[in-house]
């Protein structure tokens, strides 16, 4: 399957929910997803949700 495929696919996913809870890790894919659902569903409908946690430093988290 071609990246734009996959690309449209994660989209039409997206469309179909009211709303969306995006875990972010400050990485690409996660950076991906929630810049996805915004653009999809509106900053409104969006959350994003970073876990403080021992493998994540403080620094790390206010870099995400």
Do not use: W
């Not at 653009?39 to 970073?50: C, N, P, S, T, Y």
Request: charged share 25%; aromatic share 4%.
């Amino acid at each position: 399957m071609e990246i734009n495929t996959k690309y449209q696919n994660l989209k039409e996913t997206i469309k179909s929910l009211e709303s969306v809870l995006v875990a972010f890790s400050g990485g690409v894919d996660s950076a991906l997803l929630l810049k996805t659902c915004v653009d999809v569903l509106g900053r409104e409908h969006v959350k994003a949700v970073i876990n403080a946690s021992p493998i994540h430093p403080g620094k790390e988290i206010e870099e995400a």
